[in-house]
Nanobody, 123 residues
Framework: QVQLVESGGGLVQTGGSLRLSCVAS????????MGWFRQAPGKEREFVAA????????SYTDSVKGRFTISRDNAKNTVFLQMNSLKPDDTAVYSC????????????????WGQGTQVTVSS
């Protein structure tokens, strides 16, 4: 069992930055691939970024490439999402998720989910 708690969301102006954190409980955090997903009002949850258990491999959805960076600190059971050059279209609830195996992009592949943190980007 893995419990995930996100933090770092908030209100920011277009062009601003935020850093999301996701702290995991349990002793086996380093064995899980981690992902960040987001859900805007009236839309389905979508993949944002993922990172392998070691941190050696990362992937991003096209709309955030060059602006967002996913990273992890296995010693602190934490995964981060650094978000720069934010746009109003980035407004959503951001959730982290954990899965065994490779760091996939499918929502269905992730077993454990946090409650999410709201990110609002004003124009």
């Amino acid at each position: 069992q893995v419990q995930l708690v996100e933090s770092g969301g908030g209100l920011v102006q277009t062009g601003g930055s935020l850093r999301l954190s996701c702290v995991a409980s349990g002793r086996t955090f380093s064995s899980y691939a981690m992902g960040w997903f987001r859900q805007a009002p009236g839309k389905e949850r979508e993949f944002v970024a993922a990172i392998s258990w070691s941190g050696a491999s990362t992937s991003y959805t096209d709309s955030v490439k060059g602006r967002f960076t996913i990273s992890r600190d296995n010693a602190k059971n934490t995964v981060f999402l650094q978000m720069n050059s934010l746009k109003p279209d980035d407004t959503a609830v951001y959730s982290c998720a954990a899965r065994t195996g490779y760091s996939g992009t499918s929502v269905a592949g992730y077993r454990y989910w946090g409650q999410g943190t709201q990110v609002t980007v004003s124009s």
